[in-house]
């Protein structure tokens, strides 16, 4: 079974940065693209950034030019670096993997990672 094991996020003021990591195991196709979701409270869930096998990132508008998401060579590990963090990216992150496209969520996901931005 495949598994999605996040690390990074926390709490950081407004303009700053933070990381997040993604480490996928098990049966994992290196064709999958990867990429980061994101809720918040009393919101529906909503793409970050996504990554495809062929190294291509697609971000959503909200997070473009602050956001980078990156793939490792064996295409089992991303990481997403945020800068400029504003209150509005405060957000449970949720690492995503199983899906050939970048338009739709696959099937597996990590178990989020609490980010707080706030003074």
């Known amino acids: 079974q495949v598994q999605l094991v996040e690390s990074g996020g926390g709490l950081v003021q407004p303009g700053g940065s933070l990381r997040l990591s993604c480490a996928a195991s098990g049966p994992v196709s290196d064709m999958y693209a990867m990429g980061w979701y994101r809720q918040a409270p009393g919101k529906q869930r909503e793409l970050v950034a996504v990554i495809g096998s062929n190294m291509t990132p697609h971000y959503a508008e909200a997070v473009q030019g602050r956001f980078t998401i990156s793939r490792d060579s064996a295409k089992t590990t991303i990481q997403l670096q945020m800068t400029n963090l504003e209150p509005a990216d405060t957000a449970v992150y949720f690492c995503?993997?199983?899906?050939?496209?970048?338009?739709?969520?696959?099937?597996?996901w990590g178990q989020g990672n609490q980010v707080t931005v706030s003074t």
């Open positions: 995503n993997s199983g899906a050939f496209s970048l338009r739709h969520p696959g099937a597996y």
